[in-house]
């Protein structure tokens, strides 16, 4: 048996977090458990499996034309990469973003990650001026910390569950600075606003949530 204090109820179960609040509880009787829960549903709609094969035959028949054709007509601008970098980050997108059981937070931070690679390798397949890493990267990287942030707001019941996703994005908001030392970036302000939101929200996390950060680490590395 255990007790939350911030709900002020007593609950039956073996875990060491509240199931309403995430709030660490106390053990006020100890006792064996055997917790059963009922097994979920997933409510997102399966895609038949011969309408997959389809899509995925329609896909893997576009690379072979595309490569084929990108190599008749010369490979020394490998043009096709870029169509193919659409259609691999499409899978992604709808198998690890749109169809992932995982929670909203990790889909946003995967699908950032992704689409700055995607347009990274199209920056550098056109031989553009490094749009992608001088605006692209920190400007995603910014609408993400934002989108957790509102998340958190809006779902502060859930707040624990997202706070280890934003300081993940703290840390890859450093890799915009990182290139502006090693000359990489040479467009200052996207960078720097990207990484100035990240430690505000930080310095706002460890300001208001100092307890939250110590739960989700011992969490995280059962400490």
Not at 197 to 205: G, K, R, V
Request: hydrophobic fraction near 50%.
């Amino acid at each position: 048996m255990k007790y939350c204090n911030k709900c002020q109820v007593t609950i039956q179960t073996n875990h060491d977090y509240c199931p309403l609040c995430h709030q660490t509880l106390e053990t006020v009787e100890k006792e064996d458990l055997v917790e059963k829960y009922p097994q979920a549903k997933s409510q997102l709609r399966a895609i038949h499996n011969p309408l997959k094969k389809i899509i995925l035959f329609i896909s893997l028949t576009a690379i072979i034309v595309l490569l084929v054709t990108n190599y008749l007509t010369g490979f020394h601008q490998p043009w096709s990469l870029i169509p193919i970098g659409g259609i691999v980050f499409f899978w992604m997108f709808m198998t690890l973003g749109i169809f992932s059981k995982n929670n909203i937070a990790s889909k946003l931070l995967f699908l950032t990650i992704a689409t700055i690679l995607f347009v990274y390798m199209i920056d550098e397949l056109s031989y553009s001026e490094g749009w992608a890493l001088n605006y692209v990267m920190p400007l995603m990287l910014f609408s993400c910390n934002i989108g957790i942030s509102l998340m958190i707001l809006i779902k502060r019941i859930n707040y624990r569950d997202y706070i280890s996703y934003l300081l993940l994005i703290v840390v890859f908001s450093l890799a915009p600075m990182v290139l502006i030392v090693v000359n990489v970036i040479d467009v200052l302000w996207p960078a720097i606003t990207s990484f100035g939101l990240a430690i505000f929200i930080l310095l706002l996390i460890i300001f208001f949530f100092p307890k939250s950060i110590k739960d989700e680490i011992k969490k995280r590395f059962h400490a």
